[in-house]
C-alpha cells in the first residue's frame, strides 16, 4: 500500500507491505523512490488527477519491484 499526498510531494511518501513472501530489504525505500518519481515528473494538471496518480505510481511501483527484487506484488495506492 502506497499513501501519496494529493499536494504532490508537499508531504511524505508512506509504504506499507503486508504479505509480501519475500520481505525484501529495502523493498519500502524503492517504491517510496518509484512513487516520488512520478510527482516529479507530472505536471500541475497530472498532479490534480488522483486517477491518474494512482495508476502511474502502480506501474512505476509494480516495475521498480520487478526490476530491483524479482517479485510482482499487488500495488494499492492511495492518494490522500
Same mark, same amino acid.
Do not use: M, N, Y
Given at each position: ?17 503486508? +504479505?509480501? *513472501?519475500?520481505? #525484501?530489504?529495502?523493498?519500502?525505500? @524503492?517504491?517510496? %523512490? &518509484?512513487?516520488? /518519481? =512520478?510527482? +516529479?515528473? *507530472?505536471?500541475? #494538471?497530472?498532479?490534480?488527477?488522483? @486517477?491518474?496518480? %494512482? &495508476?502511474?505510481? /502502480? =506501474? ?19 492518494? =490522500?
Amino acid at each position: 500500500v502506497v499513501f501519496v499526498p494529493a499536494a504532490g510531494g508537499a508531504g511524505e511518501v508512506a509504504v506499507v507491505s503486508r +504479505g509480501v *513472501a519475500a520481505a #525484501e530489504p529495502g523493498l519500502s525505500e @524503492e517504491v517510496s %523512490r &518509484a512513487a516520488r /518519481a =512520478v510527482l +516529479g515528473r *507530472a505536471t500541475r #494538471e497530472e498532479r490534480s488527477d488522483p @486517477e491518474w496518480l %494512482r &495508476a502511474e505510481i /502502480a =506501474v512505476a511501483a509494480k516495475r521498480a519491484c520487478r526490476r530491483t527484487f524479482g517479485i510482482r506484488p499487488v500495488i494499492v495506492p492511495f492518494v =490522500v
